[in-house]
């Protein structure tokens, strides 16, 4: 039976995985096609084909020519492939002879089908703690590009079903990451003697969690929030360091919200300058000395076209970095948020 919350290839997604988690749908074995979800659950096409993509990327299920989509794991076109089988040991993947190599902490089993890749001892050692550690690790060293079911499980040397049992798929695997990432720097447990102070605080923290973190900004939404505890937390502690001061919920409410998404918004750029660095291998600093004077000049030294540009060219260097930006942009909006305070107790007074 589907669950009923979510869109519908997620609820679709969530049937087929339930599915192959229990065992209905062994390893190697066919699921359903896009033209087979179409008519068993009355879906558009594109619907389906993001059902299988979810599946695919998750490391479930996957293409086989000629065959079709299958659950990974499974005897299919001679490379045997089996997946949970005894506990304590698993067998992940298959490969012929011409295979590729076997992940860290892998025992290679040679057998007439080929290599199997056989892992001891991982699985009766996992824990969903050990699985959201794993995660982190991946996406703190390479991105969130980097990270799905398959790799985590991968590195924690275990069948990527197995991570299912603990983890219901990877948008709760990012929820159970995002709390982490905010639980591991805990908020002072005395609250700052001044609202100013206080709102500070929580800005401050936030940016070196965001910095730690690159991956962790891209994973906010202010319009649809996940139930993330330890990052509620830092709401309720700005709208504390609000009460009590002639503001409506809203304004408190809006004042800490508002100052969380300037923050959060800015610390998306951590993770694309990472990227950046890394397809480019230079520094912000060294890629905007590569640019060269000559390109600069020609494209933004136009008098009549850029007349502010011109004459900030002219004059000392501009700090436009990150943390230049974060300590104008959160100086100015604690200012804002000042005004108001102030207005509320003229009116009240």
């Known amino acids: 039976m589907v669950a ?25 074995a066919r699921v359903p096609s896009t033209r087979r979800i179409t008519q068993e659950w009355g879906v558009a096409m594109a619907t389906a084909t993001k059902v299988l993509n979810r599946l695919r990327e998750e490391g479930l299920v996957r293409a086989v020519p000629g065959v079709g989509t299958v659950v990974v794991g499974g005897s299919v076109a001679g490379a045997t492939v089996a997946g949970g089988t005894a506990a304590g040991a698993n067998v992940v993947e298959a ?35 050990r699985i959201v550690a794993a995660a982190v690790q991946v996406a703190d060293a390479e991105g969130l590009a980097a990270l799905s079911m398959r790799r985590v499980a991968t590195d924690l040397g275990v069948a990527t079903m197995s991570l299912y049992r603990h983890v219901p798929g ?22 700052a003697s001044g609202w100013r102070e206080g709102l500070e605080t929580v800005a401050r923290l936030q940016w070196r969690i965001y910095r730690r973190h690159p991956w962790l900004a891209s994973t906010m939404s202010f319009t649809r929030p996940v139930l993330a505890p330890d990052a509620a937390l830092h709401t309720e502690r700005s709208m504390a360091a609000l009460a ?29 300058e990472a990227q950046a660095e890394q397809d480019s291998g230079l520094s912000a600093d060294e890629w905007m000395d590569h640019l060269g004077t000559e390109d600069h000049d ?19 260097e501009i700090d436009l970095s990150l943390e230049a930006l ?12 000042e005004t108001v305070i102030a207005r509320r107790g003229a009116a009240g007074s």
């Open 4 to 28: 009923e919350s979510g869109t519908p290839s997620e609820r679709i997604a969530a049937e087929l995985r339930r599915r192959i988690v229990a065992g209905e749908l062994a390893p190697g």
């Open 95 to 129: 490969k012929g002879s011409g295979g590729g190599a076997v992940a860290p902490g892998a025992r290679e089993v040679s057998g007439a089908s080929g290599v199997r890749r056989a892992r001891g001892g991982g699985e009766r050692d996992l824990t969903r703690a």
């Open 170 to 191: 990877k948008d709760e695997l990012l929820r159970l990451m995002m709390d982490v990432a905010f639980g591991e720097q805990p908020l002072p447990e005395s609250p």
């Open 244 to 272: 009590g001061l002639g503001l409506s919920w809203d304004e408190m409410a809006q004042a800490a919200v508002a100052l969380a998404a300037f923050v959060c918004g800015l610390a998306v750029h951590f993770e694309r």
């Open 298 to 316: 020609r494209l933004m030294s136009d008098p009549e076209r850029f007349p502010m540009f011109d004459a900030m060219s002219r004059g000392p």
């Open 326 to 337: 974060f300590e104008f942009g959160m100086a100015r909006m604690l200012d804002g948020i």
